[in-house]
């Protein structure tokens, strides 16, 4: 789950970075989202550094809870309200993404893994045996 939000979400970032940042104000302003000159960069910026770091399963809790909120917005103030539940469909998908990699965490194949959650998997240590320790 983790790397294809990765990938829908850096790649329509690197869409959005195509047409300039004026162009992603514009567009968020017509939408009606508050303060266009700074959620538009932000979002994008979200979309290509936060896509890169799901990528390779880094921060990926806090990356993937900043983009819940982003699709909260985009899925309930923007798309339903506008057009119903039709076009906010893709959007409440990668909002249910997110929030299973808030909660389930990044899996396996990521360096939160190696890095940052390793003492919560490491097994526990090994104990000697009751009958052992009786006759030591």
């Known amino acids: 789950m983790r790397v294809v939000l990765a990938t829908i979400l850096s790649t329509a970032g690197w869409q959005k970075l195509g047409g300039g940042l004026d162009a992603i104000a514009s567009g968020f302003g017509k939408m009606g ?10 979002v994008v910026g979200l979309e290509v550094i936060g896509g890169a770091l799901l990528l390779v399963g880094l921060f990926s809790r ?11 917005v985009a899925t ?7 057009q119903g539940f039709g076009a906010a469909r893709l959007d409440l998908m990668i909002l249910a993404g997110s929030l299973l990699v808030v909660l389930a965490g990044p899996g396996r194949a990521a360096l939160d893994r190696l890095w940052l959650e390793r003492d919560a998997h490491a097994a ?4 000697e045996p009751q009958a052992r320790r009786r006759s030591a």
Do not use: C, D, N, R
């Open 33 to 42: 989202i508050p303060l266009p000159a700074v959620s538009g960069p932000f």
């Open 62 to 72: 806090w990356v993937a809870l900043l983009f819940a909120f982003q699709f909260v």
């Open 76 to 82: 309930f103030y923007v798309k339903w309200a506008a």
């Open 124 to 127: 526990p240590p090994l104990e």
